[in-house]
């Protein structure tokens, strides 16, 4: 089935490990994103990418590091994580950069940093 | 800081009833669009509304936006059980190209 699918959808790790979360999409959407999910913030933007090899960086964007080889994937890794990345990951794409483009969400990582 | 606040936080409502959320922001904006999230899901997108605009309807979902107050709402008529999520309104700020910025959500719950 297309769409936009994210792995693992659960992942517990601790302080200072690398982890890295998976984002997998089957429109070939040029953009894709990263967001971050906390109870009274909303999403905030992490990273986004508008093409393979294009990424740039979002509003809370520090302790994080993307890569975009293929159109199609665009991974998240957290290189040494901390308790205060303990957070809902949340990938999403649009077609286009246009305004008017409606992004199109994963169902999220929920991942625990003990 | 937020661009886009919603209010209330949270909603409970009985089936049938309407549903209305407000969303504020701070700046001038492109568009404005609201979504909807379902525990344990990703969000999805509902409608969006351009800054020349004043208000759209989908269905059972009905957008107004008042550029002059900043401010949006979404109303849902004749509420189900299934519309219980929470409901996230989205701004896009001129020059600020694709970059959404979500605001904090509100929790709808519509009891059967």
């Known amino acids: 089935d297309a769409g936009i699918t994210q792995s693992p959808r659960y992942k517990i790790t601790e302080t200072g490990r690398q982890v890295t979360l998976m984002c997998h999409q089957t429109?070939?959407?040029?953009?894709m994103f990263w967001y971050r999910q906390d109870l009274g913030h909303g999403l905030r933007l992490i990273y986004y990418?508008?093409?393979?090899?294009?990424?740039d960086k979002g509003e809370v964007p520090d302790g994080y590091v993307v890569s975009r080889s293929k159109t199609e994937n665009f991974p998240l890794t957290l290189e040494s994580a901390t308790r205060s990345q303990t957070s809902v990951y949340f990938c999403a794409s649009s077609a286009t950069g246009s305004v008017s483009q409606p992004q199109h969400f994963g169902d999220g990582t929920r991942l625990s940093i003990l | 800081s937020q661009q886009g606040e919603e209010d209330p936080q949270a909603l409970s409502i009985q089936e049938g009833e309407n549903a209305t959320m407000n969303c504020s922001y701070k700046t001038s904006i492109n568009n404005l669009q609201w979504y909807r999230q379902n525990s344990g899901r990703g969000l999805v997108h509902l409608i969006l509304i351009r800054s020349n605009e004043r208000e759209k309807h989908s269905g059972r979902l009905r957008v107004t936006l008042d550029t002059s107050k900043k401010s949006s709402s979404l109303l849902i008529t004749a509420s189900r059980a299934a519309d219980t999520a929470s409901y996230f309104c989205a701004t896009v700020l001129p020059g600020g190209g694709f970059k959404t910025i979500f605001g904090a959500g509100t929790r709808l719950f519509v009891k059967a």
């Open positions: 990418s508008a093409a393979a090899d294009i990424t």
């Open positions: 429109w070939s959407h040029s953009y």
